[in-house]
Each structure stands twice: as C-alpha cells, then as structure tokens.
C-alpha cells in the first residue's frame, strides 16, 4: 500500500501560458479535498532549489482562474540540468515535507520532472501546459487554445485593413518548432495561405498562387507564417516576396509574446482544471513518472518520458487538407 501523500508542491515552468493560474488553482483545491496540504514553489525548479516557496490554500487561489500567466512564476533552471541541482531540490522537499510533484510545463519541464521521479522517492506527475501544442500523449496542451484565439483576433482585424487597402499582409505568430497555432488559425481566419516548419515552403509557387488569387479578383489576401518557417520569417518572406512581383503591396505584422498573455479561454480553463485535478489524484493514489493529457475528450495518463520518446507531434493532415481545399 503506497504511502500517505502529506504535502505536494505546486511548480510551473519553462514558457508561461494562459491556464496556469486555473491549473494551480484546480490542483491546490483537489489536494485540500482529499486532505494534503500544498506548497507553491515560485519560479520553477529554480525556487526548489533556492526554497522559495508559499503555503497554498483555498483563499490564496482565489480569484485566479481567469488571469492569464502564473501567480508563481516561471523560468528555466540550468542548475537543474546537474546532479548536483537535482539533489539539492529533493534536499528541498524532504526539508519541507514535499512528498509529491505536480510539475507544469512542456518537454523540458517533464525531462526534470523524470529526472526527480528517478533520482529519488518523490511522486511526480507532469502537466503539459505550452502555446506550441507540440507534447505528444495529449489531444490539446493548456494555452494552446487561447493562443490561436489571440491570433485569431488579430488575423479578423489585419483582414480589414487588408481588405480596405487591396493589400497583402503576411502575419507572423509563434511556433518555432510547430505549426499548430498557424494552422488553426489560419484555418478559423481563413487565410489564402499558411506557412509551417512541417512543410516545405515554396515562395516561387507561392507567388504565383498570390497572382492567381488577384486575378480572380481577390481584393486582398491573407498569408499566416510560423515563425520556425524553413524558408524565413514573415518579414524575410515579405522581402523575397516583392523582389519576385514589385507589383505585391505588402505588409507585415509580427504579433509575438501577446499570444502568452491575457485571460485563457473557457476551453483551456476547464482543460487546465481537469488535467491538475487528475495529477493530484494520480499522486495520492501513489503514482509517479506520469503525465496526463486529453484524448478523445477523456482524461489519460502515460508514461511521462512520452514527451519526448514518442518523437515530434505531426500536424493532423486532415486539418492540412482542408486548409488547402477551402483556400483556393
């Protein structure tokens, strides 16, 4: 029989995203349910090590779950990445109390979080929790959603000036490594073309399915660029783009770290809110070196090395079809 959960620490780590603070929020009242107390450990893995850290309750998570980003701060540890880190954190929990993990995060964080589980007897269960959409086991990371609704937004309001001035626009939004937030709002936004480190980009035929475009008579266009594109970045692709046509009005809109920011939606609320319930869960009934995650709308579980075994998250080629047929 596994041994009674005590304490847990909160932490989350690596990029910040909309659906942390209701994360946090849903596993720190999951935890006081079922009678654990809870420690929020601020900015990652590197507060473990240096014991910064807060007493959790009900009322200190209140009124979060609609604020975007984390109330306990992020950031990337490199003294982690040793032994010598590592044992210093689980110096930290046994110090403490801390029994088990809830750690939140993307690739890296789950790497730490493994590492932990290996290392020692602490209990660590890991929430994916990145913009990028990029960790394989789960449907849908938290923040993912609300990511390309912020894209979304900008891509309808570019659209009308787009539009009014018969003018090209390339609009740049975040994915150095995946394509998703593109894709989906591309598609949503509908947009002529989408450009995405998964794909080859041709700028040549690109070009000239532009010129196509206008000749049908398209007053404007749309065009969303992943900043990992292998072919540049918008700003690069705008360039080679008026050097093949001098006739193309073109512009440029990078929106950058706002897809971080701002209140998650209510579909990556609710997601965050059962994923870190279900981690709590995981850990009081004893389990460790997991990671939940959304399939098919249930709740699940793998092995938390999935994150980064599994290999890179494809693009759905259904999602790539239907791009490409509504946007001729």
């Known amino acids: 029989m596994a041994k009674k959960l005590e304490r847990i620490g909160v932490l989350t780590s690596g990029g910040d995203c909309p659906g942390m603070n209701a994360g946090i929020r849903a596993a720190v009242r999951t935890a006081l349910a079922a009678g654990v107390q809870v420690t929020g450990i601020r900015d990652g893995y590197s507060g473990l090590i240096e014991g910064d850290l807060v007493e959790l309750d009900r009322a200190s998570v209140g009124g979060i779950i609609s604020r975007g980003g984390t109330i306990l701060g992020t950031a990337r540890c490199v003294e982690f990445y040793e032994h010598s880190g590592r044992e210093k954190a689980i110096a930290r929990c046994r110090e403490v109390g801390i029994d088990g993990l809830v750690a939140f995060g993307g690739d890296g964080t789950f790497r730490g979080a493994a590492k932990l589980a290996e290392e020692s007897d602490l209990r660590v269960v890991g929430v994916p929790g990145t913009i990028d959409n990029d960790i394989p086991g789960t ?190």
């Not at 389990?287 to 399939?295: A, C, K, Q, Y």
Request: proline letters at 3%.
């Open 139 to 328: 449907d849908f990371t938290v923040g993912f959603d609300s990511a390309v609704n912020t894209a979304l937004e900008a891509i309808d309001k570019i659209r009308d000036t787009a539009t009014s001035h018969e003018r090209l626009f390339l609009v740049e939004v975040m994915g150095r490594h995946s394509g998703f937030i593109a894709l989906y709002a591309g598609i949503a936004g509908g947009a002529e073309e989408i450009l995405v480190p998964e794909t080859p980009t041709d700028v040549e035929a690109l070009a000239e399915e532009l010129a196509r475009g206008r000749a049908r008579g398209k007053r404007s266009s749309i065009v969303v660029v992943s900043e990992g594109d292998e072919a540049g970045n918008a700003l690069e692709i705008a360039k080679q783009l008026g050097e093949l046509d001098p006739g193309y009005d073109v512009r440029v809109s990078v929106l950058g770290h706002q897809q971080r920011g701002g209140a998650p939606t209510a579909f990556d609320r609710v997601l965050a809110s059962r994923l870190c319930s279900r981690a709590v869960g995981e850990l009081v009934s004893g389990n460790t070196d997991l990671m939940v995650g959304i399939h098919g709308g249930e709740v699940v579980t793998e092995p938390i090395s999935r994150a980064w075994e599994a290999g890179r998250t494809e693009l759905p080629a259904d999602l790539i079809e239907l791009y490409r047929t509504l946007a001729t």
